[in-house]
């Protein structure tokens, strides 16, 4: 049996309503510390959403889907860039390759969470997908009607409805990852157990924690708006202010 289960829940600490802000000074240090591995991870979240764009060309209500979802995958992407900030911390070389099999430690328990991610990620763009098709009657829109549906005020109401899912998911996201991912990195702890403590983490600081997922909303809303470009440098930042997040946090 996994002794990890039996484990009661770390202390967490309470924070201030700005220490959301203290992280990303932290998390910007650390990217001035390592800028070349950690741009690296910035310029592979860019390709990727390059090729999001490619790949989807002809069916833009899924690539406004995928765009949006991109935040839901944030966490399991960012474990290289957690392994960074925790080598910064220890003293370590700050090298690539390292963070790049961070992952074989805890292996089974990184990629089972790194599936649940997947699935959410998978509903919400069938979710989006739908409604949109609902919308143009059973038709797939272009993309001259998709900027019509996002310009036109008549359909602030679809808008508000197609936002108000997209929140719902990242809300589900950001309370089970607040500090998951990096908790399973650091410590070898199982998912189920991680899972708990990000509960208990945004259920103590609810309202330090609302500023941080709105941080991450609106950096990476800013990011995508840039056409991927701005993911290079924003990426990077918030994956290394959310190791710092996690450290703030639970009791060492």
């Known amino acids: 049996m996994d002794t990890t289960l039996q484990r009661p829940l770390l202390e967490i600490r309470t924070i201030e309503l700005h220490t959301p802000f203290a992280w990303l000074h932290a998390g910007l240090a650390d990217l001035r510390a390592a800028p070349l591995p950690s741009l690296f991870y910035g310029l592979c979240f860019a390709v990727i959403g390059y090729g999001l764009a490619y790949a989807l060309r002809y069916q833009p209500?899924?690539?406004?889907?995928?765009?949006?979802?991109?935040m839901?995958?944030?966490?399991?992407?960012?474990?290289?860039?957690?392994?960074l900030s925790r080598r910064r911390e220890a003293g370590?070389?700050?090298?690539?390759?390292p963070s790049l099999t961070a992952w074989r430690n805890n292996f089974h328990h990184l990629a089972l969470f790194s599936m649940v991610l997947m699935v959410v990620f998978l509903v919400w763009t069938r979710a989006s997908e739908l409604s949109f098709t609902l919308f143009f009657s059973g038709s797939s829109p272009t993309l001259a009607d998709m900027v019509r549906l996002i310009v036109a005020p008549d359909n602030v109401s679809f808008l508000g409805i197609w936002l108000g899912i997209g929140f719902f998911f990242a809300t589900l996201v950001f309370l089970i990852s607040a500090t998951t991912v990096q908790m399973m990195l650091d410590r070898n702890t199982n998912a189920i157990s991680a899972v708990l403590t990000s509960l208990q983490v945004v259920a103590t600081n609810p309202g330090p924690m609302a500023v941080w997922a709105a941080i991450?909303?609106?950096?990476t809303a800013a990011a995508l708006l840039m056409g991927f470009i701005g993911i290079i440098?924003?990426?990077p930042l918030l994956g290394h202010a959310s190791w710092h997040a996690y450290r703030s946090l639970v009791d060492q």
Request: proline share 6%; net charge neutral; charged share 5%.
């Open 92 to 97: 370590l070389p700050l090298r690539l390759v």
């Open 72 to 83: 839901l995958l944030g966490p399991a992407l960012a474990i290289g860039l957690y392994e």
């Open 216 to 219: 991450i909303a609106w950096a």
């Open 61 to 70: 209500q899924l690539f406004a889907a995928a765009s949006a979802g991109f």
């Open 233 to 235: 440098v924003v990426g």
